[in-house]
């Protein structure tokens, strides 16, 4: 894997021998506290994961990452940058969570959408938080939860017609999850992303 501009990349990674069992993660912040914190753990875990100074929606990846709540609705923070981006996503996202869920996504569950746009072509919706706009007390385990969801979606997901996600999804673009209106230190977040990675790819 070449790392970008801009971009730090774990010295752990070899595409070679991950590419058939784990996505490439890239860890995207605007804001250089999370781009700090995300770099402090890329090579504390193994894989093909790097980090992006930016916005998420700069990155070539097929999938992105939703850090939405339970319901679904996506009206502030980056959901309100794929709202606007993607202008039916929350629609769809809406509808899956009334079907398969009942109108609520338990934290820890994620789902995955069509964006509408040919890249990303999925939108991941994993909630770090119940209700929209609830702020998250600095000992949650949320951001640990949402990104094991993302991972074991990829790992073990299918779509709706079929298709296993992993042969779909090559790269997952993550923002920050709970950091932004859920007031997670970007520490915590880096740290429980980590970790929950570690937990679904341990070798």
Known sequence: MTAHPGTHTSRRSSPASYSA????????????PLARAWRQVVDTVDG???VHRGSVLDVPAQAVVSPANSHGWMRGGVDAVYSLAFPEVEQRVRSAVLAYHGGEVPIGEALVVPTGQ????WLISAPTMREPGEGLP???????????????????????????????VETIAMPGLG???????????????AAAWTEVFPD
């Open 118 to 121: 040919l890249a990303p072509a």
């Open 21 to 32: 069992n784990k996505p490439e993660l890239v860890l995207c912040a605007v804001e250089e």
């Open 179 to 193: 950091t932004g209106v859920g007031g997670v230190a970007p520490d915590t977040c880096a740290r429980q992303v």
């Open 138 to 168: 600095p000992d949650t385990v949320h951001p640990f939860l949402a990104a094991r969801a993302v991972f074991r979606l990829w790992r073990d997901g299918h779509f709706e017609h079929g298709g296993e996600v992993r042969h779909a």
């Open 48 to 50: 093909p994961i790097r």
